[in-house]
């Protein structure tokens, strides 16, 4: 299994772009989670998704901020336009669908907003 | 509501010496407890989790961690530190009892562990 997989790894932007985030979960899990990391906030849970619908998007900080998941297999965040406040870690977590599970992280794409 | 507070930003101990990250939970409902780690430029990784069976659970790389549900208290221990040990951990906590679906983890803000040579 190759884990979650996230890209790209690193993006560095001008402030006003567009800016899209990619995620193919774990095959077979049926619940993904968006997250994003600073140092001033931690981790902050952003919008996650059961079965591809999603289920609470209380964490998007703005309008600025969609996700979509089309299918089981794909995942996208999208921020449109960018800010340099945006600039964090984004990680997208699956789970194969109860709490018990524990999620199963990817590696991260850093964005970088100048 | 669910909340999490870990205590100490930063924790240094020497390699050999007991390992202890403390963390505390809120929860309406019984929670589902879990601590995870991340190493630098990676994700975070599952240590362990505990999900109402044994109080004392054993996790990856030697950790381990006792749910007390008297002190709301879920601390993370290891016996002797290594310097492979150096990264963040965190604690999380999950209400969801109800199967089906996941609700999104509530994490602590992190300790970062420093392992002095």
């Not at chain 1, 968006?34 to 931690?42: A, K, L, N």
Request: charged residues 15%; hydrophobic residues 35%.
């Amino acid at each position: 299994d190759a884990g979650v997989i996230q890209s790209p790894r690193h993006e560095v932007t001008e402030m006003g772009q567009e800016v899209t985030l990619r995620c193919k979960p774990i095959s077979g899990h049926n619940s993904l989670f968006w997250y994003r990391q600073t140092m001033m906030r931690g981790l902050e849970l952003l919008i996650y998704f059961n079965n591809n619908v999603p289920i609470d998007d209380s964490g998007m900080p703005e309008d600025r901020f969609s996700a979509k998941m089309p299918n089981a297999s794909f995942s996208t965040l999208k921020i449109q336009p960018s800010e340099p406040r945006d600039s964090a870690v984004y990680f997208c977590a699956s789970s194969a669908g109860t709490g018990t599970y524990g999620y199963t992280f990817g590696s991260g794409t850093r964005l970088t907003v100048v | 509501a669910q909340s999490v507070t870990q205590l100490g930003s930063h924790v240094s101990v020497s390699e050999g010496a007991l390992v202890l990250l403390r963390c505390n939970y809120s929860s309406s409902v019984p929670p589902y407890l879990f601590w995870y780690v991340q190493y630098p430029n990676q994700g975070l990784q599952l240590l362990l989790k505990y999900t109402s069976a044994a109080t004392l659970v054993k996790g990856i790389n030697g950790f381990e961690a006792e749910f007390k549900k008297s002190e709301t208290s879920f601390h993370l221990t290891k016996p002797s530190a290594h310097m492979s040990d150096a990264a963040e951990y965190f604690c999380a906590v999950s209400d969801d009892i109800e199967g089906g679906g996941a609700d999104g983890l509530t994490f602590g803000k992190g300790t970062h562990l420093i392992i002095q040579p």
